[in-house]
């Protein structure tokens, strides 16, 4: 993985995500003990959305591998707001950091960006299209809970602009996963998705109601309607509240493993926090782990 972009989950083979999930698993044990990993490494920040978990994350991770961030900080106080175009803010970027972390509201972005550069840019997400980084994490959370190889999960909820469904899909490839996927018609799977994940040969299926699935899956993945992409906030709120996960959807079913990217709204009830169901707030903590493995990697001849 050295020195590479990271824009898209397409791109990581299986032995990929091996290695970013192995190296995780030793840093999860103690996070604190490895700040000579990559001494004095500068991450750039370039968040254009939106963030908790994956800008504080990254902010973590790099420093407990004994680097620091240098951040753009927000949109209206940096120079985005005179006008700046994506590349030349990357361009300058890449002369003060090792590596860039960039989240933009538009799809591609990333890649476009990523075209600018030599340090390695990772993509926090573009628009609705990818989150790469959230799936090595959704990964690593679902090995620990339910083991990849021949997984059977239940993605539900904005299966058209939830992004870290986008990535997740097809990363799942990798490991021979059946995926069902429950969406309200109007935020099924785009068709660019699914045509990628035919393309793979992989098991899918869609549905628009989660019960007739639950009993068959090892993992279920919750996701939050995606509001802000919305066109038409009447379009939102004909959809919004639709697949919520409470006690009762869960009643019976016995050791399911739900997930979340993070933040919920109202998808999962908080009174599933309490309950072995729960490994979303466990999931937003691999972060670190995650991400201090995925920046090891990429910054291997930092010195
Ligand atoms: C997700 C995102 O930004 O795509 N959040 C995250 O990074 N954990 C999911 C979301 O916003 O719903």
Redesign the pocket.
């Known amino acids: 993985m050295r020195r590479e972009h990271i824009t898209s989950a397409n791109a990581l083979s299986r032995g990929d995500i091996e290695a970013a999930l192995d190296r995780a698993a030793e840093f999860a044990a103690d996070p604190t003990a490895h700040t000579d990993r990559r001494p004095g490494a500068l991450l750039g920040l370039a968040f254009f959305?939106?963030?908790?978990?994956?800008r504080m994350s990254f902010a973590a991770a790099i420093k407990r591998l004994g680097g620091d961030i240098v951040d753009m900080g927000p949109v209206e106080a940096s120079s985005v707001s005179k006008g700046e175009s994506l590349a030349d803010t990357v361009r300058v970027i890449e002369g003060y950091a090792d590596a860039v972390v960039l989240?933009h509201p538009s799809e591609g972005a990333a890649t476009m960006a990523s075209e600018f550069v030599d340090v390695p840019l990772i993509n926090?997400?573009d628009g609705a299209g990818q989150?790469p980084t959230?799936t090595l994490l959704d990964l690593y959370t679902i090995r620990e809970a339910a083991g990849l190889d021949g997984l059977t999960i239940g993605i539900v909820g904005?299966l058209k602009y939830?992004?870290?469904v986008h990535s997740l899909a097809h990363a799942l490839t990798n490991f021979d996963a059946e995926q069902h996927f429950i969406s309200p018609e109007t935020l099924a799977l785009p068709e660019s998705v699914r045509y990628d994940l035919d393309a793979t040969g992989a098991t899918i299926e869609e549905h628009t109601a989660i019960e007739p699935v639950l009993e068959e899956l090892d993992a279920l993945y919750v996701?939050?309607i995606?509001q802000e992409r919305f066109p038409d906030e009447s379009e939102y709120r004909a959809v919004a509240g639709e697949y919520r996960i409470d006690a009762a959807t869960l009643d019976g079913v016995d050791d399911l493993p739900v997930l979340h990217?993070?933040?919920r709204v109202d998808e999962i009830a908080p009174e599933l926090d309490g309950t072995d169901h729960a490994h979303y707030f466990e999931q937003?903590h691999n972060?670190v782990p995650v991400r201090m493995a995925l920046l090891d990697l990429l910054l291997e001849d930092h010195r």
Do not use: N, V
Request: glycine share 14%.
């Open positions: 959305e939106p963030s908790t978990r994956t989240r926090a997400g989150h959230q904005d939830g992004r870290t996701t939050r995606q990217p993070l933040p937003a972060g």
